[in-house]
T-cell receptor
Framework: GIQVEQSPPDLILQEGANSTLRCNFS?????LQWFHQNPWGQLINLFY???GTKQNGRLSATTVATERYSLLYISSSQTTDSGVYFC??????????FGTGTSLTVIP | GAVVSQHPSWVICKSGTSVKIECRSL??????MFWYRQFPKQSLMLMAT?????????EQGVEKDKFLINHASLTLSTLTVTSAHPEDSSFYIC???????????FGNGTRLTVT
C-alpha cells in the first residue's frame, strides 16, 4: 500500500483560532478523503477531494495531486472540533490507506 | 443514502472463543467491502478487501485463518475472529463501496474485548 503521513501529530488550539492540517502521500492517488473520528470511534466524512479545493462552512480542503499532498483548513475553531482527523488515500479500487492522524484539542 | 450498518457495536468474549462481526450496506449494493482494525491512539490499518462471491484479499501480515471473511451477498460481509486472544482486542471497522458511489462509507465500528 501507499504511505500516508500527517502533520502535526498533535495540535492544541485556543477557541477561535485557525489551523492547517497536512497530509502527504507517497504515490499518485485516485481518491483522497478527510475524516473526523469522534470519541466513540465513528468516522465522519468531511471531504472527498482527489484534487482541487472544496469548502464546507468553517472547513475547507485542498489537494494538489501532482505534488502528493492535501491540506485541511479549520477556521474559527470550536471545542466541538476536537478529535482525531485522518486523511485516507486510494490508488485505485477503493483500497484506502489511512494517515497517521492529527489529534486536535480546542480549549475554551 | 449510502448507510453502512455494523453489528455488534461492542462485544466481550472469553479467550479461545470465536466472534462474528457483521457489516451491512442498507440502501445500496456493496460490490466490495473492506475491513480495518484500529488499536488505541493509532491509525486504521486495512486488514482485507472482500468482494462479493469471491475469496477475500488479505493485507500482508494479516492471518487469513485467524480472521475469516465471508461476503456471500451484495449487502453483507462478515468478519469472524477465530480462537480470540487478548491481543485481538481492538476496534474493527468495515467500509463498503457500491458502483458509482463515492466517497467510501464506513460502519460505526465494533469494539472487541477478549478477556
Amino acid at each position: 500500500g501507499i504511505q500516508v503521513e500527517q502533520s502535526p501529530p498533535d495540535l492544541i488550539l485556543q477557541e477561535g483560532a485557525n489551523s492547517t492540517l497536512r497530509c502527504n502521500f507517497s504515490d499518485s492517488v485516485n481518491n483522497l478523503q478527510w475524516f473526523h473520528q469522534n470519541p466513540w470511534g465513528q468516522l465522519i466524512n468531511l471531504f472527498y477531494i482527489p484534487s482541487g479545493t472544496k469548502q464546507n462552512g468553517r472547513l475547507s480542503a485542498t489537494t494538489v495531486a501532482t505534488e502528493r499532498y492535501s491540506l485541511l483548513y479549520i477556521s474559527s475553531s470550536q471545542t466541538t472540533d476536537s478529535g482525531v482527523y485522518f486523511c485516507a488515500a486510494d490508488r485505485g479500487g477503493n483500497q484506502f490507506y489511512f494517515g497517521t492522524g492529527t489529534s486536535l484539542t480546542v480549549i475554551p | 443514502g449510502a448507510v453502512v450498518s455494523q453489528h455488534p457495536s461492542w462485544v466481550i468474549c472469553k479467550s479461545g472463543t470465536s466472534v462474528k462481526i457483521e457489516c451491512r450496506s442498507l440502501d445500496f449494493q456493496a460490490t466490495t467491502m473492506f475491513w480495518y482494525r484500529q488499536f488505541p491512539k493509532q491509525s486504521l490499518m486495512l486488514m482485507a478487501t472482500s468482494n462479493e462471491g469471491s475469496k477475500a484479499t488479505y493485507e500482508q501480515g494479516v492471518e487469513k485463518d485467524k480472521f475469516l471473511i465471508n461476503h456471500a451477498s451484495l449487502t453483507l460481509s462478515t468478519l469472524t475472529v477465530t480462537s480470540a486472544h487478548p491481543e485481538d482486542s481492538s476496534f474493527y471497522i468495515c467500509s463498503a463501496y457500491g458502483q458509482g458511489l463515492s466517497p467510501l462509507h464506513f460502519g460505526n465500528g465494533t469494539r472487541l474485548t477478549v478477556t
